[in-house]
Protein backbone atom coordinates (compact mmCIF):
# COMPACT_ATOMS: atom_id res chain seq x y z
CA UNK A 1 0.00 0.00 0.00
CA UNK A 2 0.77 3.48 -0.69
CA UNK A 3 2.40 5.59 1.47
CA UNK A 4 2.01 9.59 2.10
CA UNK A 5 5.29 10.75 3.83
CA UNK A 6 5.21 14.39 5.33
CA UNK A 7 7.47 16.38 3.41
CA UNK A 8 10.72 16.71 5.48
CA UNK A 9 12.95 19.77 4.26
CA UNK A 10 16.38 17.87 5.10
CA UNK A 11 15.13 14.75 3.02
CA UNK A 12 13.81 16.71 0.11
CA UNK A 13 16.91 18.50 -0.10
CA UNK A 14 18.88 15.46 0.41
CA UNK A 15 17.05 13.69 -2.73
CA UNK A 16 18.85 16.09 -4.77
CA UNK A 17 22.08 15.06 -4.02
CA UNK A 18 21.37 11.69 -5.52
CA UNK A 19 19.04 12.74 -8.42
CA UNK A 20 19.00 14.71 -11.53
CA UNK A 21 17.10 18.15 -11.54
CA UNK A 22 15.09 16.53 -14.60
CA UNK A 23 12.29 19.58 -14.57
CA UNK A 24 14.46 21.78 -15.76
CA UNK A 25 16.29 19.63 -17.92
CA UNK A 26 13.55 18.61 -19.32
CA UNK A 27 11.92 22.59 -20.08
CA UNK A 28 15.39 23.30 -21.68
CA UNK A 29 14.28 20.03 -24.11
CA UNK A 30 10.76 21.62 -24.62
CA UNK A 31 12.54 24.90 -25.49
CA UNK A 32 14.69 22.98 -27.70
CA UNK A 33 11.76 21.15 -29.29
CA UNK A 34 9.45 24.44 -29.74
CA UNK A 35 12.31 25.96 -31.55
CA UNK A 36 12.57 23.09 -33.92
CA UNK A 37 8.64 23.67 -34.83
CA UNK A 38 8.97 27.34 -35.23
CA UNK A 39 11.70 26.88 -38.15
CA UNK A 40 9.98 24.04 -39.67
CA UNK A 41 7.16 26.33 -40.23
CA UNK A 42 9.57 29.19 -40.81
CA UNK A 43 11.31 27.46 -43.79
CA UNK A 44 8.26 26.19 -45.61
CA UNK A 45 7.80 29.83 -46.00
CA UNK A 46 10.19 29.90 -48.01
CA UNK A 47 9.71 29.87 -52.06
CA UNK A 48 11.67 30.91 -54.87
CA UNK A 49 11.52 34.41 -55.31
CA UNK A 50 9.07 35.18 -52.14
CA UNK A 51 10.12 37.69 -49.01
CA UNK A 52 12.20 34.77 -47.49
CA UNK A 53 14.21 34.10 -50.29
CA UNK A 54 16.85 36.32 -49.17
CA UNK A 55 20.28 36.63 -47.54
CA UNK A 56 18.22 36.98 -43.71
CA UNK A 57 17.09 33.35 -43.76
CA UNK A 58 21.16 31.82 -43.90
CA UNK A 59 21.41 33.69 -40.44
CA UNK A 60 18.63 32.45 -39.16
CA UNK A 61 19.88 28.91 -39.74
CA UNK A 62 22.59 29.41 -38.37
CA UNK A 63 21.76 30.97 -35.17
CA UNK A 64 18.72 27.84 -35.14
CA UNK A 65 22.42 25.60 -35.06
CA UNK A 66 23.36 27.58 -32.45
CA UNK A 67 20.85 27.67 -30.36
CA UNK A 68 20.18 23.95 -30.79
CA UNK A 69 23.74 23.36 -29.16
CA UNK A 70 23.56 25.32 -26.75
CA UNK A 71 19.79 24.74 -25.49
CA UNK A 72 21.10 21.03 -25.25
CA UNK A 73 24.17 22.08 -22.97
CA UNK A 74 21.62 24.07 -21.16
CA UNK A 75 19.74 20.85 -20.09
CA UNK A 76 22.29 18.77 -19.53
CA UNK A 77 23.77 21.71 -17.44
CA UNK A 78 20.91 21.96 -15.26
CA UNK A 79 20.42 18.33 -15.35
CA UNK A 80 23.43 18.64 -12.80
CA UNK A 81 22.77 21.59 -10.76
CA UNK A 82 25.17 23.32 -12.67
CA UNK A 83 24.06 27.16 -12.71
CA UNK A 84 26.95 28.64 -14.36
CA UNK A 85 25.40 29.41 -17.55
CA UNK A 86 22.40 30.58 -15.54
CA UNK A 87 22.66 34.34 -17.30
CA UNK A 88 23.86 33.40 -20.66
CA UNK A 89 20.60 30.74 -20.49
CA UNK A 90 18.43 33.67 -19.68
CA UNK A 91 19.98 35.71 -22.38
CA UNK A 92 19.42 33.11 -25.23
CA UNK A 93 15.65 32.73 -23.69
CA UNK A 94 15.24 36.46 -23.60
CA UNK A 95 16.34 36.66 -27.65
CA UNK A 96 13.74 33.63 -28.78
CA UNK A 97 11.04 36.13 -27.67
CA UNK A 98 13.15 38.58 -29.69
CA UNK A 99 13.19 36.97 -32.97
CA UNK A 100 9.50 37.54 -33.09
CA UNK A 101 9.88 40.64 -34.23
CA UNK A 102 12.30 39.76 -36.54
CA UNK A 103 11.65 37.00 -39.45
CA UNK A 104 7.72 36.49 -38.38
CA UNK A 105 6.74 40.12 -38.40
CA UNK A 106 8.99 41.21 -41.01
CA UNK A 107 7.46 38.86 -43.06
CA UNK A 108 4.12 39.95 -42.30
CA UNK A 109 4.79 43.53 -43.36
CA UNK A 110 6.42 42.33 -46.82
CA UNK A 111 3.88 40.43 -48.05
CA UNK A 112 0.80 41.46 -46.09
CA UNK A 113 1.14 44.96 -46.04
CA UNK A 114 1.51 45.14 -50.10
CA UNK A 115 -1.82 43.67 -50.97
CA UNK A 116 -3.68 45.26 -48.19
CA UNK A 117 -2.33 48.47 -50.03
CA UNK A 118 -3.51 47.06 -53.21
CA UNK A 119 -0.06 47.55 -54.48
CA UNK A 120 1.21 44.91 -56.80
CA UNK A 121 2.72 41.91 -55.18
CA UNK A 122 4.08 38.42 -57.05
CA UNK A 123 5.26 36.93 -54.13
CA UNK A 124 3.41 34.13 -51.25
CA UNK A 125 1.75 36.04 -48.46
CA UNK A 126 2.61 34.51 -44.91
CA UNK A 127 -0.42 33.46 -43.62
CA UNK A 128 -2.19 34.15 -40.53
CA UNK A 129 -1.91 30.69 -39.57
CA UNK A 130 2.08 30.08 -39.53
CA UNK A 131 2.77 33.66 -38.10
CA UNK A 132 0.78 32.70 -35.28
CA UNK A 133 2.70 29.40 -34.91
CA UNK A 134 5.83 31.27 -35.21
CA UNK A 135 5.27 33.51 -32.62
CA UNK A 136 3.66 30.64 -30.58
CA UNK A 137 6.83 28.38 -30.68
CA UNK A 138 9.15 31.18 -30.58
CA UNK A 139 7.21 32.57 -27.25
CA UNK A 140 7.02 29.19 -25.62
CA UNK A 141 10.49 28.14 -26.56
CA UNK A 142 11.86 31.22 -24.81
CA UNK A 143 9.88 30.81 -21.66
CA UNK A 144 10.51 27.27 -21.32
CA UNK A 145 14.57 28.06 -21.46
CA UNK A 146 14.30 30.90 -18.77
CA UNK A 147 12.16 28.48 -16.73
CA UNK A 148 14.49 25.84 -16.84
CA UNK A 149 17.43 28.65 -15.84
CA UNK A 150 15.53 30.12 -12.77
CA UNK A 151 14.81 26.65 -11.34
CA UNK A 152 18.11 25.49 -12.08
CA UNK A 153 19.16 27.96 -10.57
CA UNK A 154 17.39 28.09 -7.87
CA UNK A 155 17.50 24.05 -7.00
CA UNK A 156 21.43 24.59 -7.43
CA UNK A 157 21.77 27.46 -4.89
CA UNK A 158 19.48 25.26 -2.36
CA UNK A 159 21.42 22.24 -2.84
CA UNK A 160 24.91 24.07 -2.23
CA UNK A 161 22.97 26.04 0.75
CA UNK A 162 22.27 21.94 1.90
CA UNK A 163 25.88 20.55 1.11
CA UNK A 164 27.48 23.63 3.48
CA UNK A 165 25.04 22.98 6.05
CA UNK A 166 25.91 19.01 5.76
CA UNK A 167 29.72 20.29 6.14
CA UNK A 168 29.47 22.33 8.77
CA UNK A 169 27.33 19.99 10.96
CA UNK A 170 24.57 22.11 11.14
CA UNK A 171 22.32 19.22 9.48
CA UNK A 172 22.27 15.54 10.04
CA UNK A 173 20.68 13.12 6.88
CA UNK A 174 21.53 10.14 9.28
CA UNK A 175 19.76 11.66 12.41
CA UNK A 176 16.81 13.28 10.27
CA UNK A 177 16.61 9.56 8.88
CA UNK A 178 16.71 7.83 12.62
CA UNK A 179 14.01 10.65 13.81
CA UNK A 180 11.59 9.45 10.74
CA UNK A 181 12.18 6.15 11.61
CA UNK A 182 11.64 6.50 15.57
CA UNK A 183 8.36 8.64 14.77
CA UNK A 184 7.41 5.96 12.04
CA UNK A 185 7.94 2.94 14.73
CA UNK A 186 5.59 4.75 17.39
CA UNK A 187 3.35 5.19 15.21
CA UNK A 188 2.75 2.00 14.19
CA UNK A 189 2.74 1.02 17.59
CA UNK A 190 0.33 3.35 18.30
CA UNK A 191 -2.24 1.92 15.47
CA UNK A 192 -1.31 -1.38 16.61
CA UNK A 193 -2.26 -0.82 20.12
CA UNK A 194 -5.57 0.90 18.90
CA UNK A 195 -6.66 -1.79 16.58
CA UNK A 196 -5.52 -4.38 19.47
CA UNK A 197 -7.72 -2.58 21.65
CA UNK B 1 8.05 -12.26 7.35
CA UNK B 2 4.98 -14.86 6.19
CA UNK B 3 5.75 -18.71 5.62
CA UNK B 4 6.18 -20.12 2.34
CA UNK B 5 4.42 -23.86 1.82
CA UNK B 6 5.09 -25.53 -1.55
CA UNK B 7 3.13 -28.55 -1.68
CA UNK B 8 3.44 -31.30 -4.93
CA UNK B 9 4.91 -28.78 -7.05
CA UNK B 10 5.43 -30.39 -11.00
CA UNK B 11 7.07 -28.54 -13.54
CA UNK B 12 6.56 -30.24 -17.02
CA UNK B 13 8.42 -28.46 -20.37
CA UNK B 14 6.24 -28.11 -23.32
CA UNK B 15 8.35 -30.72 -25.13
CA UNK B 16 6.82 -33.26 -21.88
CA UNK B 17 10.78 -32.85 -20.44
CA UNK B 18 9.99 -33.16 -16.50
CA UNK B 19 12.31 -31.30 -14.60
CA UNK B 20 10.91 -30.81 -11.29
CA UNK B 21 9.04 -33.95 -9.35
CA UNK B 22 6.88 -33.73 -6.72
CA UNK B 23 8.68 -31.03 -4.62
CA UNK B 24 7.15 -30.27 -0.86
CA UNK B 25 8.37 -27.81 1.17
CA UNK B 26 7.09 -25.97 4.26
CA UNK B 27 9.29 -22.58 4.64
CA UNK B 28 9.03 -21.27 8.51
CA UNK B 29 8.69 -17.42 8.93
CA UNK B 30 12.60 -16.05 8.88
CA UNK B 31 14.10 -19.30 7.47
CA UNK B 32 17.09 -19.61 5.45
CA UNK B 33 16.29 -22.71 2.81
CA UNK B 34 19.04 -23.22 0.17
CA UNK B 35 18.56 -25.58 -2.77
CA UNK B 36 21.39 -27.24 -3.89
CA UNK B 37 22.48 -30.01 -6.60
CA UNK B 38 24.39 -30.37 -9.86
CA UNK B 39 23.69 -28.21 -13.24
CA UNK B 40 20.31 -29.47 -14.16
CA UNK B 41 18.76 -30.55 -11.24
CA UNK B 42 16.05 -28.72 -11.22
CA UNK B 43 16.80 -26.15 -8.39
CA UNK B 44 16.39 -23.08 -10.54
CA UNK B 45 13.37 -23.86 -11.79
CA UNK B 46 11.94 -24.85 -8.72
CA UNK B 47 12.71 -20.90 -7.59
CA UNK B 48 11.35 -19.28 -10.63
CA UNK B 49 8.24 -21.00 -10.51
CA UNK B 50 8.21 -20.05 -6.93
CA UNK B 51 8.69 -16.32 -7.82
CA UNK B 52 6.45 -16.62 -10.96
CA UNK B 53 8.51 -16.72 -14.19
CA UNK B 54 8.16 -20.29 -15.21
CA UNK B 55 4.65 -21.48 -15.23
CA UNK B 56 3.72 -24.43 -12.23
CA UNK B 57 2.42 -27.11 -13.92
CA UNK B 58 1.24 -29.06 -11.09
CA UNK B 59 0.87 -28.41 -7.53
CA UNK B 60 0.47 -25.23 -5.29
CA UNK B 61 1.86 -22.06 -3.75
CA UNK B 62 1.01 -20.93 -0.24
CA UNK B 63 3.09 -17.58 0.27
CA UNK B 64 1.71 -16.23 3.80
CA UNK B 65 -1.47 -18.13 3.08
CA UNK B 66 -2.25 -17.07 0.36
CA UNK B 67 -2.58 -18.83 -3.04
CA UNK B 68 0.26 -17.70 -5.52
CA UNK B 69 0.00 -20.88 -7.95
CA UNK B 70 -1.34 -18.39 -10.82
CA UNK B 71 -0.82 -15.17 -9.72
CA UNK B 72 1.65 -13.30 -11.77
CA UNK B 73 5.04 -11.97 -10.13
CA UNK B 74 4.20 -8.18 -9.59
CA UNK B 75 1.48 -9.98 -7.62
CA UNK B 76 3.72 -12.54 -5.27
CA UNK B 77 5.74 -9.98 -3.20
CA UNK B 78 8.69 -11.65 -3.54
CA UNK B 79 12.06 -10.34 -4.95
CA UNK B 80 14.82 -11.61 -6.59
CA UNK B 81 18.60 -11.38 -7.08
CA UNK B 82 19.74 -13.32 -10.40
CA UNK B 83 23.88 -13.91 -11.18
CA UNK B 84 23.87 -11.52 -13.84
CA UNK B 85 22.71 -8.53 -11.78
CA UNK B 86 20.55 -7.39 -13.75
CA UNK B 87 21.04 -3.86 -13.01
CA UNK B 88 20.09 -0.85 -15.47
CA UNK B 89 23.52 0.63 -16.77
CA UNK B 90 22.21 3.68 -17.48
CA UNK B 91 20.72 4.35 -14.35
CA UNK B 92 22.62 5.37 -10.99
CA UNK B 93 22.98 2.98 -8.01
CA UNK B 94 20.66 5.19 -6.35
CA UNK B 95 18.24 5.59 -9.60
CA UNK B 96 18.49 1.60 -9.57
CA UNK B 97 17.64 0.66 -6.10
CA UNK B 98 14.69 3.34 -5.95
CA UNK B 99 13.48 1.59 -9.76
CA UNK B 100 10.82 -0.51 -8.61
CA UNK B 101 9.51 1.76 -6.02
CA UNK B 102 9.46 4.83 -8.23
CA UNK B 103 7.19 2.46 -10.64
CA UNK B 104 4.89 1.38 -7.78
CA UNK B 105 4.77 5.76 -7.85
CA UNK B 106 5.55 5.67 -4.00
CA UNK B 107 6.12 9.48 -2.27
CA UNK B 108 9.93 10.70 -3.33
CA UNK B 109 10.46 10.83 0.68
CA UNK B 110 9.61 7.36 1.52
CA UNK B 111 11.75 6.08 -1.44
CA UNK B 112 14.34 7.82 -0.44
CA UNK B 113 14.50 6.78 3.29
CA UNK B 114 14.11 3.41 2.07
CA UNK B 115 17.08 3.24 -0.62
CA UNK B 116 19.33 5.40 1.98
CA UNK B 117 18.37 1.83 4.65
CA UNK B 118 19.34 -0.24 2.38
CA UNK B 119 22.66 1.79 1.48
CA UNK B 120 23.65 1.45 4.82
CA UNK B 121 22.77 -2.23 5.59
CA UNK B 122 24.92 -2.67 2.46
CA UNK B 123 27.68 -0.03 3.40
CA UNK B 124 26.54 1.48 -0.46
CA UNK B 125 26.32 4.54 0.73
CA UNK B 126 28.91 6.49 -0.93
CA UNK B 127 28.52 4.17 -4.41
CA UNK B 128 24.88 5.91 -4.79
CA UNK B 129 26.17 8.84 -7.55
CA UNK B 130 27.85 6.16 -9.27
CA UNK B 131 26.83 3.90 -12.36
CA UNK B 132 27.01 0.35 -12.25
CA UNK B 133 29.96 -0.13 -14.47
CA UNK B 134 32.48 1.54 -11.72
CA UNK B 135 31.80 -0.71 -9.47
CA UNK B 136 33.09 -4.29 -8.71
CA UNK B 137 31.40 -7.64 -9.27
CA UNK B 138 30.76 -7.70 -5.41
CA UNK B 139 29.39 -4.19 -4.92
CA UNK B 140 27.42 -4.65 -7.75
CA UNK B 141 26.11 -7.90 -6.23
CA UNK B 142 25.15 -5.34 -3.12
CA UNK B 143 22.94 -3.39 -5.40
CA UNK B 144 21.03 -5.92 -6.70
CA UNK B 145 20.41 -7.37 -3.12
CA UNK B 146 19.84 -3.49 -1.91
CA UNK B 147 17.56 -3.52 -4.97
CA UNK B 148 15.40 -6.45 -3.46
CA UNK B 149 15.73 -5.05 0.41
CA UNK B 150 13.92 -1.45 -0.78
CA UNK B 151 11.02 -3.03 -2.01
CA UNK B 152 10.34 -5.30 1.86
CA UNK B 153 9.27 -8.22 0.26
CA UNK B 154 7.34 -11.28 2.01
CA UNK B 155 10.16 -13.75 0.41
CA UNK B 156 14.23 -13.33 -1.08
CA UNK B 157 15.05 -15.19 -3.73
CA UNK B 158 18.54 -15.68 -5.03
CA UNK B 159 19.22 -17.36 -8.01
CA UNK B 160 23.32 -18.54 -7.45
CA UNK B 161 24.39 -14.91 -6.77
CA UNK B 162 27.77 -15.42 -5.92
CA UNK B 163 28.53 -17.59 -9.16
CA UNK B 164 29.81 -14.71 -11.16
CA UNK B 165 32.62 -13.44 -8.33
CA UNK B 166 35.87 -14.75 -7.58
CA UNK B 167 36.61 -16.96 -5.35
CA UNK B 168 37.97 -14.22 -2.29
CA UNK B 169 34.68 -12.25 -3.32
CA UNK B 170 32.64 -14.99 -2.98
CA UNK B 171 33.62 -15.86 0.37
CA UNK B 172 33.46 -12.15 1.99
CA UNK B 173 29.83 -12.04 0.22
CA UNK B 174 28.84 -14.91 1.27
CA UNK B 175 29.37 -13.41 5.25
CA UNK B 176 27.88 -10.21 3.94
CA UNK B 177 24.33 -12.25 2.95
CA UNK B 178 24.91 -14.48 6.49
CA UNK B 179 24.52 -10.89 8.25
CA UNK B 180 22.05 -9.92 6.06
CA UNK B 181 19.83 -12.56 6.89
CA UNK B 182 20.13 -11.95 10.51
CA UNK B 183 19.67 -8.00 9.86
CA UNK B 184 16.56 -8.44 8.24
CA UNK B 185 15.48 -11.57 9.92
CA UNK B 186 13.83 -12.26 6.69
CA UNK B 187 12.48 -15.37 5.03
CA UNK B 188 15.00 -16.27 2.10
CA UNK B 189 15.49 -19.07 -0.77
CA UNK B 190 18.82 -19.39 -2.19
CA UNK B 191 19.75 -21.52 -5.17
CA UNK B 192 23.50 -22.62 -5.49
CA UNK B 193 25.64 -25.35 -6.95
CA UNK B 194 28.47 -24.52 -4.40
CA UNK B 195 28.36 -27.20 -1.22
CA UNK B 196 30.15 -24.49 0.52
CA UNK B 197 27.76 -21.86 0.16
CA UNK B 198 25.13 -24.37 1.38
CA UNK B 199 26.65 -25.61 4.28
CA UNK B 200 27.50 -21.97 5.71
CA UNK B 201 24.29 -20.36 4.98
CA UNK B 202 21.17 -22.15 4.97
CA UNK B 203 19.05 -23.30 8.10
CA UNK B 204 17.91 -26.40 6.00
CA UNK B 205 19.06 -27.74 2.93
CA UNK B 206 17.44 -28.83 0.07
CA UNK B 207 19.81 -31.34 -1.85
CA UNK B 208 18.32 -32.01 -5.50
CA UNK B 209 18.91 -34.32 -8.08
CA UNK B 210 17.49 -35.51 -11.21
CA UNK B 211 14.48 -33.12 -10.44
CA UNK B 212 13.70 -34.73 -7.70
CA UNK B 213 14.26 -33.50 -3.48
CA UNK B 214 17.05 -35.83 -1.91
CA UNK B 215 16.73 -35.06 1.19
CA UNK B 216 15.76 -31.85 3.45
CA UNK B 217 17.94 -31.05 6.65
CA UNK B 218 19.74 -29.11 8.48
CA UNK B 219 23.28 -28.64 6.97
CA UNK B 220 24.86 -31.19 9.81
CA UNK B 221 21.95 -33.47 9.29
CA UNK B 222 23.25 -33.64 5.30
CA UNK B 223 26.76 -34.29 6.37
CA UNK B 224 26.43 -36.37 8.90
CA UNK B 225 22.79 -38.67 8.07
CA UNK B 226 23.29 -38.67 4.22
CA UNK B 227 19.76 -39.73 3.15
CA UNK B 228 21.51 -41.58 0.24
CA UNK B 229 24.70 -42.22 -2.31
CA UNK B 230 23.60 -38.99 -3.96
CA UNK B 231 23.85 -36.38 -0.60
CA UNK B 232 26.26 -38.59 0.69
CA UNK B 233 28.99 -37.96 -2.54
CA UNK B 234 27.28 -34.26 -2.94
CA UNK B 235 27.68 -32.80 0.15
CA UNK B 236 31.13 -32.17 1.87
CA UNK B 237 34.73 -31.69 -0.29
CA UNK B 238 36.30 -34.57 -1.00
CA UNK B 239 33.10 -36.49 -1.52
CA UNK B 240 32.84 -39.59 0.37
CA UNK B 241 34.80 -42.80 -0.52
CA UNK B 242 32.13 -45.69 -1.60
CA UNK B 243 33.14 -49.30 -1.59
CA UNK B 244 30.78 -51.71 -3.20
CA UNK B 245 30.55 -54.91 -1.06
CA UNK B 246 28.36 -57.63 0.94
CA UNK B 247 27.48 -58.26 4.49
CA UNK B 248 29.03 -61.49 5.79
CA UNK B 249 28.98 -63.15 9.11
CA UNK B 250 29.08 -59.25 10.81
CA UNK B 251 31.78 -58.36 8.50
CA UNK B 252 31.35 -55.58 5.16
CA UNK B 253 33.49 -57.63 2.66
CA UNK B 254 34.57 -55.79 -0.50
CA UNK B 255 37.32 -57.60 -3.29
CA UNK B 256 39.89 -54.92 -1.62
CA UNK B 257 39.36 -55.24 2.18
CA UNK B 258 37.24 -56.47 4.78
CA UNK B 259 35.43 -53.94 7.81
CA UNK B 260 33.98 -55.66 10.95
CA UNK B 261 30.79 -54.37 12.04
CA UNK B 262 30.18 -52.81 15.45
CA UNK B 263 27.39 -54.02 17.34
CA UNK B 264 24.87 -51.05 16.20
CA UNK B 265 26.17 -51.63 12.70
CA UNK B 266 25.11 -55.51 12.68
CA UNK B 267 21.57 -54.66 14.02
CA UNK B 268 21.35 -51.71 11.53
CA UNK B 269 22.64 -54.78 8.39
CA UNK B 270 21.40 -57.76 10.08
CA UNK B 271 18.81 -57.63 7.31
CA UNK B 272 20.90 -57.19 4.60
CA UNK B 273 23.06 -60.11 5.27
CA UNK B 274 24.45 -61.92 2.14
CA UNK B 275 22.89 -58.67 0.29
CA UNK B 276 24.91 -55.96 -1.66
CA UNK B 277 25.88 -52.81 -0.09
CA UNK B 278 27.55 -49.50 -0.36
CA UNK B 279 29.77 -48.48 2.54
CA UNK B 280 30.86 -44.61 2.39
CA UNK B 281 33.48 -43.49 4.45
CA UNK B 282 33.91 -39.42 4.36
CA UNK B 283 37.90 -38.38 3.41
CA UNK B 284 38.25 -36.83 7.73
CA UNK B 285 37.09 -39.93 8.56
CA UNK B 286 39.73 -41.86 7.22
CA UNK B 287 42.37 -43.01 10.27
CA UNK B 288 46.05 -43.42 9.71
CA UNK B 289 45.80 -46.94 11.58
CA UNK B 290 43.91 -49.86 10.20
CA UNK B 291 44.46 -52.91 8.44
CA UNK B 292 43.63 -51.42 4.51
CA UNK B 293 47.08 -50.72 2.82
CA UNK B 294 46.48 -47.90 0.71
CA UNK B 295 49.11 -46.37 -2.20
CA UNK B 296 49.38 -42.79 -2.42
CA UNK B 297 49.22 -41.68 -5.81
CA UNK B 298 49.39 -37.82 -4.74
CA UNK B 299 49.83 -35.93 -1.26
CA UNK B 300 48.58 -32.19 -1.43
CA UNK B 301 49.55 -30.48 1.83
CA UNK B 302 47.28 -27.78 2.34
CA UNK B 303 48.53 -26.04 5.38
CA UNK B 304 46.25 -27.22 8.42
CA UNK B 305 45.63 -30.46 6.87
CA UNK B 306 46.81 -33.16 3.71
CA UNK B 307 44.73 -34.74 1.28
CA UNK B 308 46.07 -38.17 0.61
CA UNK B 309 44.78 -39.44 -2.79
CA UNK B 310 45.50 -43.38 -3.48
CA UNK B 311 44.40 -46.72 -4.32
CA UNK B 312 43.20 -50.01 -2.57
CA UNK B 313 44.20 -52.66 -4.64
CA UNK B 314 45.69 -51.08 -7.45
CA UNK B 315 42.24 -50.15 -8.42
CA UNK B 316 39.92 -48.17 -5.88
CA UNK B 317 40.56 -44.41 -5.66
CA UNK B 318 40.82 -43.04 -2.29
CA UNK B 319 41.31 -39.75 -1.01
CA UNK B 320 41.54 -39.50 3.03
CA UNK B 321 42.05 -35.97 4.53
CA UNK B 322 44.72 -35.67 7.96
CA UNK B 323 44.69 -33.00 9.94
CA UNK B 324 48.61 -32.95 9.99
CA UNK B 325 51.03 -31.92 7.62
CA UNK B 326 51.93 -35.01 5.76
CA UNK B 327 54.93 -35.72 3.42
CA UNK B 328 54.14 -39.08 1.60
CA UNK B 329 55.32 -39.86 -1.88
CA UNK B 330 53.89 -41.21 -4.68
CA UNK B 331 54.31 -44.94 -4.36
CA UNK B 332 54.11 -44.98 -0.69
CA UNK B 333 52.34 -47.52 1.16
CA UNK B 334 50.44 -46.72 4.35
CA UNK B 335 47.70 -48.19 6.30
CA UNK B 336 44.87 -46.70 6.88
CA UNK B 337 41.24 -47.43 8.66
CA UNK B 338 37.95 -46.25 8.72
CA UNK B 339 36.39 -44.53 11.70
CA UNK B 340 33.08 -46.90 12.98
CA UNK B 341 31.51 -44.22 14.14
CA UNK B 342 31.44 -42.33 10.67
CA UNK B 343 31.09 -45.10 8.59
CA UNK B 344 27.87 -45.03 6.49
CA UNK B 345 25.99 -48.07 4.61
CA UNK B 346 23.93 -47.49 1.88
CA UNK B 347 21.56 -50.10 -0.26
CA UNK B 348 22.51 -50.68 -3.76
CA UNK B 349 21.41 -48.10 -6.00
CA UNK B 350 18.88 -48.69 -8.71
CA UNK B 351 19.60 -48.90 -12.47
CA UNK B 352 18.44 -49.28 -15.77
CA UNK B 353 19.95 -49.37 -18.80
CA UNK B 354 18.78 -47.05 -21.93
CA UNK B 355 18.79 -47.55 -25.40
CA UNK B 356 22.67 -46.35 -26.28
CA UNK B 357 23.07 -48.91 -23.44
CA UNK B 358 24.60 -46.98 -20.73
CA UNK B 359 23.01 -47.43 -17.33
CA UNK B 360 21.53 -44.79 -15.81
CA UNK B 361 20.96 -44.55 -11.74
CA UNK B 362 16.99 -44.26 -11.36
CA UNK B 363 17.15 -44.47 -7.15
CA UNK B 364 19.78 -43.42 -5.39
CA UNK B 365 21.04 -46.72 -2.40
CA UNK B 366 19.16 -45.70 1.07
CA UNK B 367 20.89 -45.07 3.48
CA UNK B 368 21.03 -48.15 5.94
CA UNK B 369 20.26 -46.81 9.64
Known amino acids: MKRKATVNPVIRDDIQ ?55 FLFSEQVKNYDRKLFWLQTFFGAMQIVRIFWLPLAGVTETLYPVLAGIAYNGRVLGSGAFISMVVFLAASGAFIIASGIIGYIRS ?32 AVTKEATNA | MPDVKIEHLDKVYDGGVQAVYDFNLDIKDGEFIVLVGPSGCGKSTTLRMVAGLEDITGGKLLIDGKDCTRLPPKDRDIAMVFQNYALYG ?9 FSLTLRKEDKQLIHRKVMAAAEILDLKSQLNKKP ?46 LLHKKLNATMMYVTHDQTEALTLADRIVCMSMGHVQQIGKPIELYEHPANTFVATFIG ?15 FVCDLFEYPLNDEQKSALAEYEGQPVIMGCRPENVTRSGNVKLTVTNN ?18 VVAKFAEWCSFKEGDE ?6 EKMTHFFE ?13 VTEYGKAIR
Not at chain 1, 31 to 41: H, S
Not at chain 1, 159 to 176: H, I, M, R, Y
Not at chain 2, 334 to 339: L, S, T
Request: aromatic content about 8%; proline content about 3%.
Open chain 2, 237 to 251: LPPMNMFEGKIENGK
Open chain 2, 300 to 317: ENLGMNSLIHGKIGGVKI
Open chain 1, 157 to 188: KSLDVFNKKLESGEVSVEETLKELDAADESAA
Open chain 2, 334 to 339: IQIGFD
Open chain 2, 133 to 178: KQLSGGQRQRVAMGRAIVRNPKVFLFDEPLSNLDAKLRGSMRREIM
Open chain 2, 348 to 360: MPKTTVNEKGEQT
Open chain 2, 90 to 98: HMTIYENMA
Open chain 1, 17 to 71: RYTKNKLASSLALLGLICCCAYFIVLYSQVKNNNYYYKWPIALDVIYNLIFLLFA
